[in-house]
């Protein structure tokens, strides 16, 4: 790879001036500040395709397409000109009192257009985290508004990453995160993962994906099903490593959910717009979802914008019983957002993104990552689409790890950050997921 390239790269003596007003001023989400602010932090100045440059000239693969968001790659003009002109014709205005304006409604259509045909509403949201929120409030008035208030508990599964706001940390499994703050807030449960490669070998994977559906069942008996509101997943967990359910999980899932009288929730934040060769996860599982909360790839990440997709069955009630749904932010449907979004989606469409990851580069990438398979350190190696993950051991037919779980992963992803690759360790298991664009080339 050429280190050397960038005619944007700042001088070396920059990348200190930087990291020392980073240091200084700078809380970094997600990260240990004393620990970082004795390493300093890397600056990145520009990109462009799947490549980063930062502050010491350095191009970088991004493996992780910025945080699992920048489908489309880095340097799309068009997304950027779409956010200029709007923000020239209408910068800002709320959707709150009885207003709206062409790019809000006009994606409200595209993305109802592409969801799962029993989807055709969204409630605007600047986040996946917001998203989740918006979920757990609509589900619970939902509900209330058919008489049943006390159908309030949502269901989750643990290791599961549904976002950082008190909302979507309590939805999300994540025990170190419930450890801060007091969470998870009330009539949150969550039930066992999918994830057979580190919980479940001692059973085939129809098996345990078996078990881990009827998590569910047992969880709803349990607590009662006219206590259950909703049961909430991501088609494959992300941030909790790369989980890809046993063939077993989805429709008995999907068995459950119809014999119980409880909402499906598909948290599509990193399967949507494109990861898994589809529009959604959802049509890769052929679920219907009854609501779909989205963000990240809608605008693949060139600006915030997240959203809920509401399917007809909740839209109905949510519109015949009148009354107001008091929930909202001040940027929902933000104008800019909105256009950018529009396209981002007009850049996955007219240049056939989406097939292109279904048919050629996704195959092409999990045939060049099974190559893995054969490497001693290497248990196990798993991915759809443009997502892909490495289990790293040292026993293969035990599964056994080395020393303390973590430990191994991040001394890999150091040495990939190090030969200029970002890629991501959760626990011992490594991951991609880079932007969708990826040509042959890049794979190899
Ligand atoms: N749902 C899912 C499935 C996600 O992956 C969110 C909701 C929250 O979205 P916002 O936009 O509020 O961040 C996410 C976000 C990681 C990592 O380290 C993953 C996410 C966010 C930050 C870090 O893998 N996913």
Known sequence: MDNTHSSQAMPAHDTEYWQ???RSHHLHPFSDPKALNAEGSRVITHAEGIYLWDSNGNQILDGMAGLWCVNVGYGQHTLAEAAYHQLQTLPFYNCFFKTSHPPVIELARRL???APANINHVFFTNSGSEANDTVIRMVRRYWDLQGQADKTVIISRHNA???????GASLGGMAFMHRQGGLPIPDIEHIQ???WYGEGASLSPEEFGLQAA???EAKIQALGEHRVAAFIAEPIQGAGGVIIPPESYWPE???ICARYDILLVVDEVICGFGRLGHWFGSQY???EPDLMPFAKGVTSGYLPLGGVLVSDKVAQVLTEHGGEFAHGFTYSGHPAACAVALANLDLLQGQGIIEQVANETGPYLQQRWQSFADHPLIGEV???GILAALELVKDKPTHARFGKLGDTGTLCRDICFKNNLVMRAVGDTMIISPPLVITRDEID
């Not at 990453?161 to 909302?167: K, L, R």
């Open 285 to 287: 599982y052929q679920l």
């Open 253 to 255: 899932i999907k068995r």
């Open 214 to 216: 009827r998590a569910l």
């Open 20 to 22: 020392a007003l980073d």
């Open 382 to 384: 798993r991915g759809v």
């Open 161 to 167: 990453y549904h976002g950082s706001t008190m909302g």
């Open 193 to 195: 993962q999918p994830y």
């Open 112 to 114: 109802a257009e592409l």
